[in-house]
């Protein structure tokens, strides 16, 4: 019973191994971008802000709308510039 586990490992490792390497050789890996094109320098100075105003509810709710509004307003210019 443990040939045939060892043997059954020992496959699929093999298996694996040439899969994964054709996959890198044939097509790559592909690079993403780390963030997304709309949020700017503006933006992640209100989230840091916004984590440091987690035990004031009103203050953190209001800089999340604040947030949310900039984020829909730059990700709709980049949209319609890309256009």
Known sequence: MKN??????SVWKNVK????ETQE????YAKSEKKQKW???EILNL???KRTQKRDPAKYK???REIQKKMQRSERGVVV???
Request: net charge negative; glycine share 8%; charged share 25%.
């Open 4 to 9: 045939i586990r060892w043997l059954l490992e």
């Open 17 to 20: 191994k040439a899969i994964i």
């Open 25 to 28: 050789q044939d097509i790559g």
């Open 39 to 41: 949020i700017n320098s």
């Open 47 to 49: 989230m840091t802000e």
């Open 62 to 64: 209001q800089l999340n």
């Open 81 to 83: 510039g890309e256009v």
